[in-house]
């Protein structure tokens, strides 16, 4: 099959209202993909993959790029792998370390084609070992550089960077070209994600981090791993009452709580689990 290539860079895409019109077209079925420039299209739609237009952003772009690759499976493994490396190598990381600024979505909407293209992987397997050790390295240090935690933004929508990268390690972790000598770099990379200070988590953060910390449990991750860093959590917050103001230090042990109770509803059904539920019941009586 003859490579598909797509250069980001010099072939101008579709401004934004031109992509608007054709992506409604296609969702109303005025037009079909298989009529369309699916290149060109997919050029246009992660061009604009940070619009700060929630009907763009959202309901037509990514619901999009959901049908093309997860639904209907139309695009090839080629273009899939150029996407990816220019989500990794640029898109991921625009505008990282600021706070509260419209950059957010452009990452946020990133890691959610990555977790579709992942998905699409996990289907077909066409990346490499290489090329999943290497978006398993920029994940990590996307999630450690994110500052910006905000979920709805009013009038531009979801930004919620952390749900939508819990849900690219989600599809990562299903990978079998990711050895069970990752889950901890992993895990740890999600963990300091649950226990932050700056604000209280209020839509769903928790329970989407906990997906892929489930996964990589039912996995095969050693639950002596969890529980060391369940056994640490009194102690530390401890630590941080006396570093933290008053009000950053309750927004922790808010989220800290909230996380804890989460993880609790997963696991006390699973009789598998029964040490990992007494851990966390310990934890929560002694904070």
Not at 45 to 53: A, K, N, Y
Not at 120 to 147: A, H, M, S, W
């Amino acid at each position: 099959m003859e490579k598909v290539q797509i250069n980001f860079i010099n072939t101008a895409p579709m401004n934004a209202d031109e992509l608007k019109i054709v992506l409604g077209d296609i969702r109303s079925g005025v037009r079909n993909w298989e009529d369309e420039d699916k290149v060109f299209l997919v050029k246009s739609m992660v061009q604009h993959i940070g619009s700060t237009d929630s009907r763009l952003r959202d309901q037509l772009i990514y619901t999009s790029l959901y049908k093309l690759i997860i639904e209907k499976n139309l695009l090839e493994h080629d273009l899939l792998k150029e996407v990816l490396d220019f989500c990794i190598s640029g898109l991921l990381f625009k505008g990282i370390g600021k706070n509260g600024t419209d950059t957010v979505f452009t990452r946020s909407f990133t890691t959610l084609l990555i977790a579709l293209i992942l998905y699409r992987d996990n289907e077909d397997n066409f990346l490499t070992q290489i090329q999943i050790n290497n978006v398993k390295d920029r994940l990590i240090e996307y999630i450690n550089l994110e500052k910006d935690l905000r979920g709805y933004v009013s009038v531009k929508g979801w930004a919620h960077s952390i749900a939508h990268v819990a849900d690219a390690f989600d599809e990562l972790v299903k990978n079998h070209k990711v050895s069970k000598e990752s889950y901890k770099v992993i895990l740890n990379a999600l963990w300091k994600k649950v226990f932050v200070s700056d604000s209280v988590y209020v839509h769903d953060e928790a329970e989407r981090l906990l997906i892929p910390i489930m996964e990589m449990v039912n996995n095969g991750l050693e639950l002596g791993v969890i529980e060391t860093l369940l056994h640490r959590i009194p102690d530390e917050l401890l630590k941080l009452k006396k570093e933290l103001d008053e009000v950053n230090y309750w927004f922790l042990v808010a989220n800290c709580k909230l996380f804890l109770k989460s993880f609790y509803l997963e696991v006390k059904q699973n009789t598998s689990l029964l040490s990992l539920q007494a851990t966390i019941e310990k934890c929560l009586s002694e904070i």
